[in-house]
Nanobody
Framework: QVQLVESGGGLVQAGGSLRLSCAVS????????MGWFRQAPGKERESVAL????????YYADSVKGRFTISRDNAKNTVYLQMNNLKPEDTAVYYC???????????????WGQGTQVTVSS
């Protein structure tokens, strides 16, 4: 069983930065493609940043390109989302997710964290 626990959310002013962390249990973390998704009130969940297990393939939503960076530390079983130049429209609950399949990660990952709230004030 794989468990994901996010941390690092909070309240920040527009233009500020936050770094989200996702600690992953399990011995095969390095085999998992990992990603960050978000869901704002009244909106559908959307993928924000994804990174394949090999690290060679990444995806960013157009709305966050150039501002967000996904990274992973396999030695610490942790994936990060560095968020810079935050905007009020980035306000959402952010979820960490993982899957052995890159394709499934993009569509419907098998494993999810509980979510962490990010609020950006104007």
């Amino acid at each position: 069983q794989v468990q994901l626990v996010e941390s690092g959310g909070g309240l920040v002013q527009a233009g500020g930065s936050l770094r989200l962390s996702c600690a992953v249990s399990g011995r095969t973390f390095s085999s998992y493609s990992m990603g960050w998704f978000r869901q704002a009130p009244g909106k559908e969940r959307e993928s924000v940043a994804l990174r394949a297990w090999s690290g060679g393939t990444t995806y960013y939503a157009d709305s966050v390109k150039g501002r967000f960076t996904i990274s992973r530390d396999n030695a610490k079983n942790t994936v990060y989302l560095q968020m810079n130049n935050l905007k009020p429209e980035d306000t959402a609950v952010y979820y960490c997710a993982g899957d052995l399949s890159w394709q499934r990660l993009r569509i419907n990952p098998m494993y999810w964290g509980q979510g962490t709230q990010v609020t950006v004030s104007s």
